[in-house]
């Protein structure tokens, strides 16, 4: 059951830094975290890794296992070949700050950029009548669990440093559209999503969904309908309107 | 080594970004405090984030039976009525109007068919009372917090051009000291001044000066090995609460999830929610008994049913049967699954059977528990829609903490609040399941408040921070630096994780507490030559280094006092004393450190209000209570049960 695997972990800080070989035990069952937390333990006491819940459901412990961006905590040793030698680098579109561990305030500074929920003014707490079917589409992006792995792999981000000036990424793209289905909201976000946080750089090519750990289907349910409306709104203003009006 | 120190000042400064501390600060905020929310980990990361099955409050939109006072009896049996009852009491009433609020702030739970928020079974619950959001209510709740909080960091951008103004968060910061003013001010006792720390990331030091602080650091499950619990939860803000001189009551009570994953071994402990049981999920023992049925005490046969056919029928039809044992509270649950263990009858791995598959269509358990089904199916290779998993009891949750005024969540230190898990008293000797989100809210609301009433109350006379405070702090912080030699803190931590585990676990016997508090001695001079080695940026070894002096200080008062309290209840059960004790009911143990020790002494509670004791029958309450205690109980046939009207309207529902 346990075997030696070998691994081959970055290790630096901002100034640069290298991969590091490692010969490590791994027992049946464990994930490439255990592995990472094993390293620590017996041969690199200050390996710096983030990390929380070990369950998947935080998005902390972010990185990329063979190139792959992935969660460490739910990928599986057994997912590998034992002879195969596993390379765990940090995220790669984010500034390393020491390890696997990467600077990703980027994500927090686009999340203050989209306005926020906008409440009715007419119901106070506790009158919000919402049916289940409406709500679902939201809930689906609400299950992001900000890993922040597609705004790491998106192309858009990620091969052109200037567009993170004008490019919210998918992440927040979806929780503008997550605002925009939700069927209280009160503000017009449509324009903002074209105008302010760059929805047209966005050219469908679906990497963000390949990589979501908590499978949204990003592209095809948040950001194509997101950009369906905007291309409606153009056309005719009271769509918007109407849409909002009937989902009540 | 430089000790440069980064200087702030705040109204309010709250430790900790899970449910409790943003709600806190949400609060200060709103009352116009400057405020500062500091976490260990990345800002919509806290421990919070984990929280599956849901939030309780009784707002009856499943079955309109429900109410605040029935919220608060179920509270108060499920803690064996060692709970603060005032604290139960604020909560049952607080509860709905704390959910609902969430909404205003953009969050979407599960609806019912009239569009209200839906609402579940759980263990403990009469009603269907947990709002949720499929099995990631936790998640919600994190992240409809930190939205909100973004929210007032726009406004304030709108109005002062920065958008951390007022509300900053200090994300991966830990804090390792709390300062006191010691010059006799306005008061003659110690009163709080600021708060020590330092940047992961970067290691350099931080200093806020603020006249009050907020405790919302969460658990201390990291010192078991078996644990549902996150690296965060090493008790720093109970440990930190003791060294600036306030008390912790309860300790002695963990709750141990009856369901934590047991199979494979890197995943022990990581938990299945109390919903698979909600929803219908029943245990069986390794002969396919649903053995549940021969573990119903004596004290909740009433309310549980005696076959598998009316427990069955329960699901569909509540008023007519009773509910099925699989739901009982947590405690009783985790003890039934351990003795079962014990007799053979255990699953492969050491645990038991929890099985929904034969129980839903397979279409049914992936909407109602898709997080489950996707843990089982990525960490154990299990399809929980085609078979059963197997589980066993998981160090869950500290019901111990600091002991806090109910209705301020002050401490005994002047200007330090706590709420949360760090706090003591609301769930007494057992949590049930979903109370503790609503705890979140409701008491980090009112920490939130009460420390502004506070800062507003000082006025210009703020405490201050002396410089050999901040040095002294600073100095015990590098310090496992100086001994780039010393032991591993990883395998001491080990160590402490197995002591506790084995000698202060889910049964208890004298001799073994004896022996884990040798160990713990042991431990502790052994913890002070622990050593760190390299540079300070983003180093695992020196922060758990400086986490474990906290762990090891909160052990010894789980050891103490689980030693100290020669009965078995909730959370602490001993099998040298096997029952409850009514004359045990009335007292709290209290932790306080003197000269650096834990010290335990013996705490009357204050007896309940009548119109609560009204709440229940005489013949229930005679099971918990003493003769004494029951003279304040209404005459026989006047009134009471559900109806009896309580001192101070309700906020919100009734
Ligand atoms: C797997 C799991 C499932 C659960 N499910 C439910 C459920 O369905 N319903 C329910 O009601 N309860 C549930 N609970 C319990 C509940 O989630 C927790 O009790 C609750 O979230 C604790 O919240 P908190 O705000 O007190 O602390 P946390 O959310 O744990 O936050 C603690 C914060 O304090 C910070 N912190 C700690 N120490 C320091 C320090 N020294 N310096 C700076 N910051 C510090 C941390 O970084 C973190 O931000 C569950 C618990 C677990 C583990
Ligand atoms: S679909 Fe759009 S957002 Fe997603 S990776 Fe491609 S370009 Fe980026
Ligand atoms: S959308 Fe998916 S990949 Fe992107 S941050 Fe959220 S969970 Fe991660
Ligand atoms: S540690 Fe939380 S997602 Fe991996």
């Not at chain 1, 990928?75 to 020491?98: L, N």
């Not at chain 2, 508090?517 to 922060?543: M, N």
């Not at chain 2, 143990?589 to 709440?615: A, N």
Request: proline share 5%.
């Amino acid at each position: 059951m346990g075997y030696q695997a070998s691994f081959r972990v970055w290790r630096g800080d901002v100034t640069g830094g290298q991969l590091h070989d490692f010969t490590v035990p791994v027992n049946e069952g464990e994930v490439v975290l255990d592995i990472i937390h094993r390293l620590q333990a017996t041969q690199a006491p200050d390996l710096a890794v983030r990390w929380n819940c070990k369950a998947g459901k935080c998005g902390s412990c972010s990185a990329e296992v063979n190139g792959m961006p992935r969660l460490m905590c739910m990928t599986r040793m057994s997912t590998f070949d034992q002879a195969e030698t596993i390379t765990v680098t940090p995220m790669r579109t984010f500034p390393v700050m020491r390890d696997l561990v990467t600077d990703v305030s980027f994500n927090y500074t686009k999340a203050r950029e989209i306005q926020s929920f906008a409440p009715p003014a007419d119901l106070a707490p506790g009158e919000y009548r919402m049916r289940q079917v409406d709500v679902e589409r939201s809930q689906e992006f609400r299950k992001c669990i900000e890993c922040f792995l597609c705004q790491n792999t998106c192309h858009a981000i990620r091969d052109h440093e200037d567009n993170k000036q004008s490019f919210a990424g998918p992440r927040f793209l979806m929780r503008i559209a997550e605002l925009d289905m939700h069927p209280l909201d009160t503000a017009d976000r449509q324009r903002a999503a074209q105008e302010e946080h760059g929805l047209g750089l966005c050219n469908i090519t679906k990497c963000c969904t390949e990589v979501c750990p908590e499978h949204i289907k990003i592209t095809d349910n948040a950001l194509i309908p997101l950009k369906e409306r905007v291309v409606d709104r153009k056309y005719d203003p009271l769509v918007w309107l109407g849409n909002k009006i009937l989902r009540r | 080594m430089t000790t440069q120190i980064e200087r702030h000042e705040y109204d309010v400064v709250v430790v900790g970004a899970g449910g409790a501390g943003l709600r806190a600060a949400i609060e200060a905020a709103e009352a116009g405090k400057r405020t500062a929310v500091i976490s260990k980990s990345l800002f919509g990361k806290a421990h919070t984030v984990m929280a599956e099955g849901g939030i309780a409050a009784a707002m009856g939109n499943v079955n309109s039976a429900d109410s605040w006072q029935v919220h608060f009896r179920d509270t108060m049996r499920g803690g064996k009525f060692l709970n603060n009852w005032r604290m139960a009491e604020l909560h049952a009433q607080e509860a709905p109007q704390r959910v609902w609020e969430l909404e205003t702030y953009g969050a979407l739970f599960d609806r019912t068919k009239d569009g209200t928020i839906s609402q579940r079974n759980f263990g403990g619950h009469e009603y269907p009372r947990l709002a949720h959001v499929g099995d990631r209510t936790g998640l919600e709740l994190i992240r409809t917090l930190q939205q909100k909080i973004v929210s007032l960091q726009q406004e304030d951008f709108a109005a002062h051009g920065d958008h951390e103004a007022r509300l900053r968060v200090f994300a991966e910061c830990t804090i390792t000291e709390l300062l006191l003013d010691t010059s006799a001010g306005a008061t003659d006792v110690p009163t709080i001044a600021g708060a020590f720390g330092y940047r992961r990331e970067t290691g350099d030091f931080l200093l806020f000066a603020a006249p009050a602080v907020i405790l919302a650091t969460g658990g201390i499950g990291k010192s078991f090995t078996v644990t549902s619990n996150s690296w965060e939860y090493t008790g720093d803000g109970h440990a930190l609460a003791l060294r600036a001189g306030a008390s912790l009551i309860n300790m002695e009570f963990i709750q141990f999830h009856p369901t934590g994953m047991v199979w494979p071994p890197s995943v022990k402990g990581v938990l299945v929610t109390e919903s698979v049981r909600g929803d219908g999920g029943v245990l069986r023992n390794s002969e396919g008994t649903r053995f549940m049925f021969d573990y119903v005490p004596e004290v909740f046969r009433a309310q549980y049913a005696d076959t598998e056919a009316e427990a069955d029928r329960w699901y569909a039809d509540q008023v007519d049967n009773k509910r099925p044992p699989e739901l009982l509270p947590r405690d009783e649950v985790a003890r039934a699954i351990n003795a079962e263990v014990k007799a053979g009858r255990g699953s492969p791995h050491g645990g038991v059977f929890l099985d929904v598959s034969t129980r839903l269509p397979a279409a049914e358990i992936m909407r109602r528990l898709p997080s489950m089904h996707h843990q089982f199916k990525e960490l154990a290779d299990v399809d929980i829609t085609a078979e059963p998993m197997e589980v066993g009891p998981t160090c869950h949750y500290v019901m111990g903490g600091v002991e806090v005024d109910p209705d301020t969540a002050q401490s005994r230190v002047p200007g330090l609040f706590a709420a949360g898990e760090v706090a003591g008293g609301m769930h007494g000797s057992n949590r049930l399941g979903g109370n503790s989100l609503s705890d979140l809210l409701v008491f980090g609301r009112r920490a939130g408040a009460g420390a502004a009433a506070y800062v507003d109350a000082l006025g210009d006379d703020r405490p201050t921070i002396t410089e050999a405070d901040a040095e002294q702090a600073s100095a015990a912080a590098v310090g496992p630096f100086e001994r780039p030699d010393g032991e591993s803190p990883y395998a001491l931590h080990q160590e402490l994780q197995q002591t506790m585990n084995d000698l202060v676990g889910i049964i208890r016997r004298a001799d073994e507490i004896e022996q884990a508090l040798h160990r713990l001695a042991d431990l502790r001079k052994r913890a002070e030559r622990v050593g760190a080695r390299g540079g300070r940026h983003y180093h695992p070894g020196w922060h758990l280094a400086l986490d474990l002096r906290n762990m090891l200080t909160v052990s010894e008062c789980v050891a103490m006092a689980a030693l100290e309290r020669t009965e078995s209840r909730g959370g602490h059960t001993r099998d040298d004393h096997p029952g409850m004790d009514t004359e045990w009911r009335q007292y709290l143990l209290t932790c306080v450190l003197r000269d650096g020790e834990v010290t335990i002494t013996k705490q009357q509670q204050p007896p309940m209000r009548p119109d609560l004791l009204d709440l229940f029958e005489k013949a229930e309450l005679a099971k918990y209570l003493t003769e004494p205690e029951l003279t304040g109980h209404r005459k026989p046939g006047a009134g009471g049960g559900g109806t009896a009207a309580a001192a101070g309207t309700p906020e919100g529902h009734n």
